[in-house]
C-alpha cells in the first residue's frame, strides 16, 4: 500500500516536472527546425564573447580602488575606470558600417536599450568636461573615442566612430544580440 502511494507521487512529481518545461523545449525545437546554428548558439553555450564596455581613461593614476591597469590589444597597458560607463547589456545589436572613404575599417551602428539611451547621453557629455573614453572588448582596451551626443531624444541608435579592423567589428555584430540575451536573462 504505501509502495504504491509512493509510486503515484514520484509518477506525479515527474508528470509536473515534464510539463513546465514542454513550452521551453518546444520553443527550442521550433528554433531549431528554422535556423540549426542560430538556435545551437541560442540554447547551447551560455558563453558571452566580444563583451563591449566603455570606460573612462584615466591619465594619471590616484585612486587604486576604482582605477585598474588593463592590457591593451596594442601593447602595453592602459588605466580606467573600474565602472564602466556602458556595458552590453545595454546593448540590444551592433551593425558594422563601411567607413567613408576607406572601405578596409568599419564603424558601429549601435542600437541601445532605453537604459543604455540614458547612460550613453550621461556619458557624451564628460567629453565637455575634457575626459576621455575607450572601449574595452573583453577586458581588454581597443581604442579612445569621443562619443556623440543624442540629439533626437526619441533615437536609439547611435554611431561610434572608427576604425574598427575586420575581424573586430564582425566579432561585436555577430555576438551582440546573444550577449544582450544572456547577460539580460533572456
Not at 570606460?55 to 588605466?79: N, Q
Not at 578596409?104 to 547612460?119: A, E, I, M, N, Q
Not at 573586430?168 to 555577430?174: K, M, N, P, R, V
Amino acid at each position: 500500500m504505501k509502495i504504491k502511494k509512493i509510486a503515484v507521487i514520484v509518477a506525479l512529481f515527474t508528470m509536473t516536472v515534464m510539463l513546465t518545461g514542454a513550452s521551453s523545449c518546444g520553443e527550442a525545437f521550433v528554433d531549431f527546425m528554422e535556423d540549426p546554428e542560430k538556435a545551437m548558439a541560442n540554447y547551447g553555450d551560455r558563453t558571452t564573447r566580444y563583451v563591449l564596455t566603455v570606460h573612462e581613461l584615466i591619465k594619471y593614476k590616484r585612486a587604486d580602488i576604482l582605477e585598474l591597469d588593463v592590457d591593451s590589444f596594442f601593447g602595453g597597458t592602459v588605466c580606467v575606470n573600474k565602472n564602466h560607463f556602458i556595458h552590453s547589456r545595454d546593448i540590444m545589436k551592433i551593425e558594422k558600417v563601411p567607413r567613408p572613404g576607406n572601405t578596409d575599417f568599419f564603424d558601429l551602428r549601435v542600437t541601445l536599450s532605453s537604459r543604455g539611451h540614458k547612460l550613453w547621453s550621461a556619458m557624451a557629455i564628460t567629453r565637455y568636461e575634457g575626459k576621455q573614453v575607450g572601449i574595452l572588448i573583453d577586458g581588454i582596451f581597443y581604442r579612445k573615442i569621443t562619443p556623440a551626443m543624442i540629439l533626437d531624444p526619441e533615437s536609439t541608435v547611435i554611431t561610434i566612430e572608427g576604425p574598427f579592423d575586420p575581424a573586430t567589428a564582425a566579432g561585436l555584430e555577430i555576438n551582440s544580440e546573444r550577449n544582450y540575451k544572456i547577460l539580460n536573462n533572456e
